[in-house]
């Protein structure tokens, strides 16, 4: 197991450099879908929460 | 979440506020988004499909995790995330446990794929820059061979003619040809690993105007500290040819390797001795022979024997076992 992340620990690695850089880019746009999703999840049942008064909309 | 979403995709873009710190953190909003699922939404609510309040948004810090640490981390990481919905809200209930199995097995995943795309990467890199240090070599062993080793062999053919002065310019420039051969066919150059040796690269060393050396062409990888041991056994026994074998001694090294065992023969075709003269050499407290050479040879778990008789030259034959 790394005991530090594989973009400190292979910092001179060209895979490391290579791979990483894109997979993060990809995982910060899967990040963003995926809080857009939560948002519109949310967003859809909030009547039901309101209404079982666990939650007040101000 | 909108504002930590946003974080993350300026933290993870850039490489001096990637660390450490921001990962637990990361991991830290997860699952307080997720452990507040419940009471924000309030049980019933929860309860009817038991999807949690930041969704799907809460994988995104195991799969960071996972890429950045590996497979375990990142199947942990993912099932304290998931699994933190269980402890939050205790029930049976398949949906609710399937979080705790699906974001381990993500984060496992997750981890095993960039592993792998990591390693074959790093394999890619190796092998393109093994072909381009043969190439090199191959380019400079053409210019040294058109200009450098054909001065050489010329001084070697005809410095004999020149009288005494003349016979030793030869015999250096036989010396410095062998050198130079013995360096451009380095395959020391392309070791795959630092902890791994080539013996034959190892060997090849060895090679000079009066010892030749004979490996066969593919590599025989032996770790760093038996290659050491080797070359230093060698280097006892050609140094003892030198010393003791006569002015015009010549030595053979035959490397072989048969199974798991590598099989080393050292011959020469000096003044010899007899084989006894030398075991007891060893007795008698001649630290060459029996530290330098029996010593060494024991401690890799090998055999050597020596076979030698006047006027035949003394043949050593170490067997050593290998991976």
């Given at each position: 197991m790394r005991m530090q992340p594989v973009w400190i620990s292979r910092r001179g690695s060209t895979a490391s450099q290579v791979l990483l850089r894109p997979l993060l880019r990809v995982l910060n746009w899967l990040r963003i879908a995926l809080c857009v999703h939560a948002l519109v999840v949310n967003a859809l049942r909030w009547h039901e929460v309101a209404l079982a008064g666990c939650w007040s909309p101000p | 979440m909108v504002t930590w979403t946003a974080l993350a995709a300026l933290a993870y873009s850039r490489s001096a506020t990637r660390r450490q710190a921001f990962l637990v953190a990361d991991l830290v909003v997860a699952v307080a988004l997720m452990a507040?699922?419940?009471?924000?939404?309030?049980?019933?609510?929860?309860?009817?499909?038991?999807?949690?309040?930041?969704?799907?948004?809460?994988?995104?810090?195991?799969?960071?995790v996972a890429m950045a640490y590996g497979v375990v981390p990142g199947a942990i990481t993912g099932a304290v995330v998931g699994g933190i919905l269980v402890v939050v809200t205790p029930s049976l209930e398949p949906a609710l446990w399937s979080w705790l199995v699906v974001f381990a097995l993500l984060g496992a995943g997750i981890g095993v794929l960039v592993d792998l795309l990591l390693s074959s990467m790093g394999e890619r890199d190796r092998a393109f820059a093994e072909t381009a240090s043969l190439a090199e070599r191959e380019r400079l062993n053409r210019i040294v061979h058109d200009g450098v080793l054909q001065v050489l062999a010329l001084v070697e053919r005809e410095g004999p003619g020149m009288g005494p002065r003349g016979v030793r310019l030869a015999a250096l420039a036989r010396e410095q040809e062998s050198r130079l051969r013995v360096l451009l066919l380095d395959r020391s150059l392309d070791q795959p690993a630092a902890d791994q040796v080539d013996i034959t690269a190892v060997l090849d060393r060895h090679e000079s105007s009066?010892?030749?050396?004979?490996?066969?062409?593919?590599?025989?990888?032996?770790?760093?500290?038996?290659?050491?041991?080797?070359?230093?056994?060698?280097?006892?026994?050609?140094?003892?040819v030198a010393k003791h074998a006569g002015p015009a001694a010549r030595a053979w090294v035959?490397?072989?390797?048969?199974?798991?065992?590598?099989?080393?023969?050292?011959?020469?075709?000096?003044?010899?001795?007899?084989?006894?003269?030398?075991?007891?050499?060893?007795?008698?407290?001649?630290?060459?022979?029996?530290?330098?050479?029996?010593?060494?040879?024991?401690?890799?778990?090998?055999?050597?024997?020596?076979?030698?008789?006047?006027?035949r030259g003394v043949d050593w034959e170490l067997r050593i076992p290998v991976q």
């Amino acid at each position: 197991m790394r005991m530090q992340p594989v973009w400190i620990s292979r910092r001179g690695s060209t895979a490391s450099q290579v791979l990483l850089r894109p997979l993060l880019r990809v995982l910060n746009w899967l990040r963003i879908a995926l809080c857009v999703h939560a948002l519109v999840v949310n967003a859809l049942r909030w009547h039901e929460v309101a209404l079982a008064g666990c939650w007040s909309p101000p | 979440m909108v504002t930590w979403t946003a974080l993350a995709a300026l933290a993870y873009s850039r490489s001096a506020t990637r660390r450490q710190a921001f990962l637990v953190a990361d991991l830290v909003v997860a699952v307080a988004l997720m452990a507040l699922s419940a009471p924000i939404l309030g049980t019933t609510v929860f309860a009817n499909d038991y999807l949690a309040l930041p969704a799907y948004w809460a994988i995104c810090a195991p799969l960071v995790v996972a890429m950045a640490y590996g497979v375990v981390p990142g199947a942990i990481t993912g099932a304290v995330v998931g699994g933190i919905l269980v402890v939050v809200t205790p029930s049976l209930e398949p949906a609710l446990w399937s979080w705790l199995v699906v974001f381990a097995l993500l984060g496992a995943g997750i981890g095993v794929l960039v592993d792998l795309l990591l390693s074959s990467m790093g394999e890619r890199d190796r092998a393109f820059a093994e072909t381009a240090s043969l190439a090199e070599r191959e380019r400079l062993n053409r210019i040294v061979h058109d200009g450098v080793l054909q001065v050489l062999a010329l001084v070697e053919r005809e410095g004999p003619g020149m009288g005494p002065r003349g016979v030793r310019l030869a015999a250096l420039a036989r010396e410095q040809e062998s050198r130079l051969r013995v360096l451009l066919l380095d395959r020391s150059l392309d070791q795959p690993a630092a902890d791994q040796v080539d013996i034959t690269a190892v060997l090849d060393r060895h090679e000079s105007s009066t010892v030749t050396i004979s490996a066969m062409a593919e590599r025989v990888m032996v770790s760093s500290r038996e290659a050491l041991e080797i070359d230093a056994v060698v280097t006892e026994i050609l140094a003892n040819v030198a010393k003791h074998a006569g002015p015009a001694a010549r030595a053979w090294v035959l490397l072989e390797h048969e199974g798991r065992e590598l099989i080393i023969s050292l011959r020469d075709n000096g003044i010899g001795a007899k084989a006894e003269d030398i075991t007891k050499a060893g007795e008698r407290g001649h630290i060459g022979v029996r530290e330098s050479v029996l010593g060494r040879i024991r401690d890799l778990g090998g055999q050597a024997v020596v076979r030698a008789a006047p006027g035949r030259g003394v043949d050593w034959e170490l067997r050593i076992p290998v991976q």
